[in-house]
Nanobody, 115 residues
Framework: QVQLVESGGGLVQAGGSLRLSCAAS????????MGWYRQALGKQRELVAI???????RYADSVKGRFTISKDNAKNTVDLRMNSLKPEDTAVYYC?????????WGQGTQVTVSS
């Protein structure tokens, strides 16, 4: 089991930027991947970005070119830099980690983008 703590959410105007951070506790299992999901009110949870231990990254089409995920394998942290934010990016953002057979989720941090 991995404990995840998120930070960095808040209120920002359209076109602005935010950086989300997630820190994972130590685990006896190697962390294979860490990423970010988001869920807007009344909508399905969706993958935003993911980074594997090998350095591969994937992005949702809706954020590609605007968001950047970065993971520090030594520190077990993952950041999401969000640029050119749009009102449709408003959601609760959740950190995710996969370690062996375990899937862990953070508590979530609110991101609100005003028009």
């Amino acid at each position: 089991q991995v404990q995840l703590v998120e930070s960095g959410g808040g209120l920002v105007q359209a076109g602005g930027s935010l950086r989300l951070s997630c820190a994972a506790s130590r685990s006896i299992f190697a962390i294979d991947a860490m990423g970010w999901y988001r869920q807007a009110l009344g909508k399905q949870r969706e993958l935003v970005a993911i980074s594997t231990s090998g350095g591969s990254t994937r992005y949702a089409d809706s954020v590609k070119g605007r968001f950047t995920i970065s993971k520090d394998n030594a520190k077990n942290t993952v950041d999401l830099r969000m640029n050119s934010l749009k009102p449709e990016d408003t959601a609760v953002y959740y950190c995710n980690a996969v370690a062996g057979t375990f899937v862990s989720w953070g508590q979530g941090t609110q991101v609100t983008v005003s028009s």
